[in-house]
Nanobody, 115 residues
Framework: QVQLVESGGGLVQPGGSLRLSCAAS????????MGWYRQAPGKQRELVAGITRGGGTNYADSVKGRFTISRSVAKNTLYLQMNSLKLDDTAVYYCNAVQGSRDYWGQGTQVTVSS
C-alpha cells in the first residue's frame, strides 16, 4: 500500500513563504502524475500544482508565479514552495499520486495565512 505523508504546513503572515513536503513510501517514478491539492472550509478541493513523470508541470492560475512544484527522486519526495502567500491560500493541502488506475492521497497539512 502506497503511503504519502505531508509536512511543512503552519501559520504564516501574508507575504510569507512555506515549503510543503510529501514523502512517498515508494519510488515516485512509479507514479504517472503527482500533485498538490487544497481545500478551504466550505469549498471544493482544487488542484494547486501538478507534475508528470516526465517533469511537466501545471499550476492553478491563482498560484502561478508564486508557487513552485518540484521533486527529489533520490528522496522520493514531492515539494511545494509557496511564496508571497495570501489570505486566500489558507486551506488544508493534500498530496496526490496517480499510479495507473489507482489514486493515492496524503492525510493533509494545514496552511493558515493570517496577520
Amino acid at each position: 500500500q502506497v503511503q504519502l505523508v505531508e509536512s511543512g504546513g503552519g501559520l504564516v503572515q501574508p507575504g510569507g513563504s512555506l515549503r510543503l513536503s510529501c514523502a512517498a513510501s515508494t519510488n515516485i517514478f512509479s507514479f504517472n502524475t503527482m500533485g498538490w491539492y487544497r481545500q478551504a472550509p466550505g469549498k471544493q478541493r482544487e488542484l494547486v500544482a501538478g507534475i508528470t513523470r516526465g517533469g511537466g508541470t501545471n499550476y492553478a492560475d491563482s498560484v502561478k508565479g508564486r508557487f513552485t512544484i518540484s521533486r527529489s527522486v533520490a528522496k522520493n519526495t514531492l515539494y511545494l514552495q509557496m511564496n508571497s502567500l495570501k489570505l486566500d491560500d489558507t486551506a488544508v493541502y493534500y498530496c496526490n499520486a496517480v499510479q495507473g488506475s489507482r489514486d493515492y492521497w496524503g492525510q493533509g497539512t494545514q496552511v493558515t495565512v493570517s496577520s
